[in-house]
């Protein structure tokens, strides 16, 4: 369920920031939505971004994906996708980039909305 959730982010999402945090530590890692790598029993998906930067996570180990939609201090939409762990904390959120190319805005609001109508805002994973 998670490949095809982050296949179906995949079409059309395009410019995103990836970002790990913990109490201590925070990266953001702005990258096209593109290059998605799988292992070949769908355990860890590979996201890579230019230069060689990428990051491993492993797909079991997942109990829930988030589609939050809010709308910032600046009054601008936020779309955001969390991957929650087993403790109920984000081990990876991937934020939809505000495009420079306007017209490239509404379909990707389009696409996240369409992907919470059809997946819910919140997706339960591996028996959680």
Known sequence: MLRQILEDCQQGFAEVVLM???SV?????FTIFEDLRFSDNDNIVTFLAD???H???YMDQ???VRFIYTVNRQSLPSYSVWLMGTDRQ???RVYLRKSDKEETNQPRHDLFMGLRRKYGEIVRLNSY
């Open 62 to 64: 997942v109990k829930e």
């Open 90 to 92: 984000p081990v990876l």
């Open 55 to 57: 990051l491993h996570t």
């Open 20 to 22: 790990l945090s913990n």
């Open 25 to 29: 530590t925070s990266v953001e890692v």
């Open 51 to 53: 230069g060689g930067t």
